[in-house]
Structures are given as structure tokens and as C-alpha cells.
């Protein structure tokens, strides 16, 4: 079987205008933040406008404006622009006219897109405010949120160190055991695996069960990425994963086959929801949420999503099981951010404002609303239920944009897609850590004449 996209002339030719569409976007950022105008749709400097994209939080974000207003005097207009790829489109068309409003959720963009944002002048350094009064506002926060809203010194991207985003929520991708399923199959244990050998055995007992294992939305690829990139750090660590982004540890190193081995120990043992490879995931949370799949891979959002589904669904979430017993298990996480326009008339009003929305008591009512791990670590203790599971391992959030640099984006396609393959067996673990550095090194000689060409250029200008 072979995992293919069929495109059409006109998909081609659609996929090309969408391409030179985004490089113009990121080319008018820069122009617009050099434009001598700096006027946003709102100059009203008794209303702050705030856009997001979370449809869930309408009501919470309405009660707390109304209690802000009434507090202050100053009206805070929240305005939604759903779904996600709306939001998105939203924010880059705003940034190119220098439109945007005077708070809008950050969150969504990858690091090199919020670097650029911050250098085309559409993002306010928070550090000052958050450094005031010996770090009293930087202290509210867990760092692994903190660090989302970043840019450290001697960042790739060549931008000033600083907090450039405030935090209001903190989600993480972790296992979700259907508990009955796994007392269906014998499991005794009264927690769920935490190595890779009890993960097998389960794996083994629900096979013979005929009760099928593990689903998730593997169609989309970075669901693979990231659970592959949590056993990575496991095995071999962070300064090992650095090394090999640099170009310095091959992808063919014994420690990234055992990584890819992990993925064939699955399939060995039928591990895998039959058709999840190419499932997306809200099909995967609707399987586990109807009791039909024992083991979930999933973030911390998907406990209302289950709530939702299924009120009396019995689970639980669990770190993914350690491979190395020596080192800690990391995963993925992200957060829910606000930045603020740094040419907004209202910038230092609208931290004033952050800086409410982030205290305990407002954080305690988004969580009660919305079940989400809050920012804050003072209010982790107003969580009930399952999220509770998935608050417990906020401090072992990791994330590939935390490090100093990124992969080549063709290398990240080879190796998810590589791990497609040996879930549907058309690859080996050595196949694809063969093709996933083939890649890498065409990439790097790409990007090395390049640098030479820009190097050539800038002396001929310089002449």
C-alpha cells in the first residue's frame, strides 16, 4: 500500500497560488511594519479589541469583560474569528494593511511566523512589565508556558530576548487508557503502563482480547512526529536532538532506528487502530470516546471533547511509556496566548488588562468554565476531574520550536511519512532512517548554496 495525494492540474496549479500567496504575506509583513502609519482599526482608547479564534471561551471572556469594565471604566470588545484557519488568514490580512487590533491570541503561529511578527513591529515586549516588582507578574506563570512566549538569547531568528506573549492556558498530549477495555483484557495493574515493556504486554493482552489498541489521528502527520519525538527524548535527550538538527548525529544513528523501531514493535503486535494511519483525529476521538479502541493518543483539550461524546466514558491519561529508564519521559505541549500590538494607541492599557486576565482569581474562573490547564500555577488546585491527569505533567512539556533551531521542513515530512510507512508495512525502521538522512543531507547542500549566493550578493552590494 501506498500513501499518495492525488492532485489534479487545477490542485497544482491552486497549490502554487497559495504558495506565492504566503511569501507575499510574509514579505508585506516586513513592509508594513516599516510603513509610517501606525493607525489600527480602533484608536478608541477607552475600548480594547481583543481577537481570538477560541469559540469555546465566548461566554467566560464576555462575563470577564463586563467585570473589567466595571472595575476600570475601560470597555474590552472580544471578537471572535472562527475556525482556526479563519483566525489565522484574519491576523496575516490585518498585519499586511497594519490593522491589527490592540490583543489578538498568538498562540497558533510557529516560531519563525512570531519572530517575524515581532520584527515587523506587531508584537510589544513584555518583559519589562513582566520583570517589575522583582518578576511579580513572571512568577504567576509556569515556565513551560513562558517559554512558548519567548525568544532567548541567540535565537536563529535574530531577535531581541524576551517575553513577547502572555500565557492564559497550557495543553499537552499525553496516553488515554479506556480503563474497563483494559480490565476486559486482564490488565491487574492499578495504573495504566509506564514502560515499554508493560506498554507491549498491554498491547499483547488486548490482542488476544480481540479489543483493538491504540488510535489517533495519524493522518495528520505531526501527531506521529510528536509521540516519535517523545520517545527521543527519552532515548537519547535534548543535546542529542540538537546535534542531530546541526547536522552533527545522523538520522541512521542506532538511538533514531530504536525510535523507529518502537513503531514497528506496534505493528508487530496489531497495536494500531486498523485505519488510523491516515484517520484524521476528531474521527480517532470519537472511536475511543464510544468505548471501541483501549489506548488513545491525545491532548489535554480532548476531555471535553470526550465529555461531550461520552459523559460516563471511564479513562484515564498517562505519561507515554519509558523507553530508558534512566532519563524522564517529555511530551508536547502549547498554550493559549495574547500578545499585544506594539503600535496600538492602547498598548499599556491592554497589559494592564493581560495582567488582570492572568490573576488567580480570573484564571480560576476560565478554568471552571472551560476545563483547561490554567498559566497560572496558583490555580491548578481549581481542576477537577480528568484534566487533572493532564495538569500533573505541565513541567514536562517540551516542544521542537523551544529549541534553538528547526528541521528542514522536507526532513520533518520524510520522517513522519516514514512512519507512516512502517505502520502499513511498506517501509523498515532502517529504510526509512536511511531516506529520513538522505533527505537531511539534500536539504543542507540546498541550503549551504544558498547561503553562498547570499553571501556573493551582499559583497557585490557592499562593492
Request: aromatic share 10%; charged share 20%.
Amino acid at each position: 500500500m501506498v500513501i499518495d495525494i492525488q492532485l489534479t492540474i487545477e490542485n497544482w496549479r491552486c497549490a502554487i497560488r497559495g504558495f506565492i500567496s504566503l511569501l507575499l504575506c510574509f514579505s508585506m509583513l516586513a513592509f508594513a511594519g516599516c510603513s509610517s502609519s501606525t493607525s489600527n482599526e480602533i484608536q478608541d482608547t477607552s475600548t480594547i479589541v481583543v481577537w481570538h479564534w477560541l469559540s469555546d471561551r465566548v461566554n467566560v471572556f464576555d462575563k470577564l469583560a463586563d467585570e473589567y469594565q466595571s472595575l476600570t471604566g475601560i470597555k474590552i470588545k472580544f471578537e471572535l474569528y472562527a475556525p482556526t484557519a479563519a483566525y489565522t488568514s484574519k491576523v496575516r490580512s490585518a498585519a499586511q494593511a497594519n490593522k491589527l487590533p490592540d490583543v489578538y491570541g498568538g498562540g497558533l503561529f510557529e516560531m519563525r511566523d512570531f519572530a517575524a511578527f515581532i520584527k515587523a513591529g506587531h508584537v510589544y515586549d513584555l518583559t519589562p512589565f513582566m520583570v517589575q516588582h522583582d518578576n511579580k507578574w513572571k512568577n504567576i506563570f509556569f515556565d513551560s508556558g513562558l517559554a512558548l512566549n519567548s525568544l532567548p538569547e541567540g535565537n536563529e531568528y535574530n531577535v531581541t530576548p524576551g517575553i513577547y506573549g502572555a500565557p492564559i492556558d497550557i495543553n499537552d498530549i499525553q496516553m488515554v487508557y479506556n480503563l474497563d477495555l483494559l480490565k476486559q483484557a486482564g490488565w491487574a495493574n492499578d495504573e495504566p503502563p509506564a514502560t515499554w515493556e508493560e506498554f507491549i504486554q498491554l498491547g499483547q493482552m488486548l490482542k488476544d482480547k480481540d479489543i483493538p489498541g491504540l488510535v489517533s489521528g495519524w493522518g495528520e502527520t505531526w501527531m506521529l512526529q510528536c509521540l516519535a519525538d517523545n520517545f527521543a527524548w527519552n532515548i537519547m535527550g535534548k543535546e542529542k536532538i540538537i546535534a542531530t538538527l546541526q547536522g552533527k548525529v545522523p538520522y541512521t544513528d542506532p538511538d533514531w532506528v530504536k525510535v523507529f523501531q518502537l513503531f514497528k514493535d506496534m505493528v508487530d503486535i496489531d497495536m494500531f487502530f486498523p485505519g488510523s494511519v491516515t484517520m484524521v483525529n476528531k474521527e480517532a476521538e470519537q472511536i475511543f470516546a464510544n468505548n471501541k479502541a483501549a489506548v488513545a493518543f491525545n491532548g489535554s483539550w480532548c476531555v471535553n471533547v470526550y465529555d461531550g461524546m461520552n459523559p460516563d466514558l471511564n479513562y484515564v491519561a498517562a505519561l507515554p511509556p519509558r523507553i530508558d529508564l534512566n532519563n524522564k519521559m517529555y511530551i508536547w505541549g502549547g498554550c493559549t496566548s495574547f500578545v499585544v500590538n506594539d503600535a496600538s494607541a492602547n498598548k499599556d492599557k491592554a497589559v494592564e488588562f493581560l495582567k488582570w486576565l492572568t490573576e488567580d482569581k480570573q484564571q480560576e474562573v476560565m478554568v471552571l468554565a472551560t476545563n483547561n490547564i490554567p498559566a497560572s500555577k496558583a490555580s491548578i488546585g481549581a481542576l477537577k476531574g480528568n484534566i487533572k491527569g493532564f495538569a500533573d505533567d505541565i513541567e514536562n512539556i517540551v516542544h521542537p520550536k523551544l529549541l534553538p533551531l528547526e528541521e528542514y521542513p522536507l526532513v520533518t515530512e520524510a520522517f513522519n511519512k516514514g512512519i507512516q510507512s512502517i505502520i502499513i508495512g511498506e517501509m523498515t525502521p532502517e529504510q526509512v532512517a536511511e531516506n529520513v538522512q538522505n533527505t537531511k543531507e539534500k536539504e543542507a547542500k540546498k541550503a549551504e548554496r544558498f547561503r553562498k549566493i547570499r553571501e556573493q550578493r551582499q559583497k557585490e552590494l557592499n562593492k
